[in-house]
């Protein structure tokens, strides 16, 4: 909890350093698929670190970002500083790290499940709540 108090002209900020528990679990969510390959990638990579930090790492991918989810589309998606998509996603799917597309997103482009990169899989807006509940969240 932090407070901040004034005396007189003073402001003090108080902090109280309460021992949280820590969680082990990291959801990665991404809204945004080839339009933005910077942001696509690094969110791809940020779960690649998170995978190598001994964390439980899923990977949500919402809106447009369902694209990344179909077989063939990451071969040209690079960030600005060169991390390669595909690469870093085949580090996640070689590791079996949790990759899901929103099924309604998905549906509504018309990729299918039989469309899906191995190891990704269809899930709901109740699964995504239920496993950010219960995890740190990274929103990109």
Not at 6 to 18: G, R
Not at 57 to 69: E, H, I, K, S, Y
């Amino acid at each position: 909890m932090c407070v901040i108090r004034q005396e007189n002209i003073f402001y003090y900020l108080i902090v109280d350093h309460e021992e949280k528990d820590m969680t082990e679990n990291v959801v990665i969510t991404l809204a945004c698929g080839t339009d933005n390959p910077n942001r696509a990638a690094r969110a791809i990579h940020l779960a690649t670190i998170a995978e190598k930090e001994g964390k439980n790492v899923t990977l949500f991918l919402l809106d447009d970002a369902v694209w990344l989810a179909k077989e063939g589309i990451l071969t040209h998606v690079k960030a600005a500083t060169g991390d390669s998509a595909d690469d870093l996603m085949t580090h996640l799917q070689a590791k079996q790290v949790a990759i899901i597309a929103c099924t309604p997103c998905a549906k509504a482009r018309g990729i299918s499940e039989d469309d899906l990169l191995e190891g990704a899989r269809f899930g709901t807006a109740v699964e995504l709540i239920n496993l950010c509940c219960d995890a740190a969240t990274i929103s990109l």
